[in-house]
Each structure stands twice: as structure tokens, then as C-alpha cells.
């Protein structure tokens, strides 16, 4: 699997690395079985590729992109990327949103967020829940809209299982799809 091109600005280690090459084979392999137009189907990979590309930025440097005191270090790395790739030019909304929004969920994403939503979640190296994430990614492209109810319920009761909070987004999300 051939790593995905990142911008000059990116701040990765190999082992990010290797995780945004697995999104990114998994939306180009979605994207390539629901036979999607060119447009989105590049829109789809290049979500992929820009997602996690400042994942492994300190905080501080994070924080200095984006005016958000009320959003915790570990999401930051989201909307620190979309500030980034606006200034280099970036214009698709449903690339921007997905970007921005990808570790928590956004009520108004098109099919790239969540289909970035999905292949984050979903990707193969993670190392939990084997065989119900690997199901759940063969069964994409015949049931996009129910696999995407079913990642998000699985990433809410994550979310409480681990104690953490929930956005207001995310709640909205879920809202929107159950």
C-alpha cells in the first residue's frame, strides 16, 4: 500500500503515516465499489490523505491554529488541519467539513464526512473489535446509510464506556441518524 502524498506541513510519524494510508485504501476502495464520479471520489481520497496530516502536532502548535479554548488537545488536530488547507487553497466544503469534524461527527456532512467518519473508525490496523469492524467496511458499499448509523452508535458507546464527553455535534449526528 503506496502512502498517500501529504502537504509539506504535515506533522506525522510513520505510524500515523501507515494508519492514513489504510483510511485512504479503504475510501478509494468504497469509492471505487459504489462507483463514484471522479469529483467525489477524489473528494473521498483526499479526506483521507488531509485527516490525520497534523495528528502528531504538540498541542501548542495546534492550539496557534485554531481559537477553540473549549475543545480538548486530542481533537485539534482536525480543525487545525482545515485552517491549513484553506490557507493553501483548499475550497471543497465536503473535504473542509470532513477534515474539521472527522474525530467527532458533524450533523450536516455530505457522504465524504462520513464516509471519512466511517474509514477512520473502521480502518483494519485498529485493534479492537476485529471481525464486527471488518464486516461492517465489506458491507459499505451495499448499505452506506445503515453502516454509518451503526459506526456512529458503536463510536458514542466508545465514547461513554471511556468516561469521555460528548459534543454537542456528535449528539446531533446521532439524532440525525437513529
Do not use: C
Not at 86 to 91: A, H, L, S, V, W
Not at 119 to 135: C, I, N, Q, S, W
Not at 155 to 160: F, I, Q, Y
Amino acid at each position: 500500500m503506496k502512502a498517500p502524498l501529504l502537504p509539506d506541513w504535515a506533522v506525522v510519524g510513520d505510524k500515523r503515516r501507515a494508519h492514513i494510508a489504510r483510511v485512504t485504501a479503504l475510501l478509494d476502495d468504497w469509492a471505487k465499489r459504489m462507483r463514484l464520479d471522479a469529483d467525489e471520489a477524489q473528494a473521498w481520497h483526499d479526506a483521507g490523505r488531509f485527516h490525520d496530516a497534523l495528528r502528531d502536532a504538540t498541542p501548542q502548535a495546534l492550539r496557534a491554529l485554531v481559537d477553540a479554548p473549549e475543545l480538548p488537545d486530542g481533537i485539534l488536530h482536525g480543525p487545525a488541519a482545515a485552517v491549513m488547507l484553506e490557507r493553501d487553497g483548499e475550497t471543497r466544503r465536503s473535504v473542509l467539513d470532513a477534515v474539521r469534524w472527522h474525530t467527532v461527527g458533524h450533523p450536516a456532512w455530505d457522504r465524504t464526512g462520513r464516509a471519512l467518519f466511517m474509514a477512520d473508525f473502521l480502518e483494519p490496523g485498529r485493534k479492537f473489535m476485529h471481525a464486527d469492524r471488518a464486516f461492517l467496511a465489506a458491507q459499505l458499499p451495499h448499505n452506506f446509510d445503515g453502516v454509518f448509523r451503526q459506526a456512529v452508535r458503536m463510536r458514542l458507546e466508545w465514547t461513554l464506556r471511556e468516561g469521555n464527553g460528548i459534543f454537542e455535534g456528535t449528539v446531533t449526528l446521532w439524532n440525525s441518524v437513529r
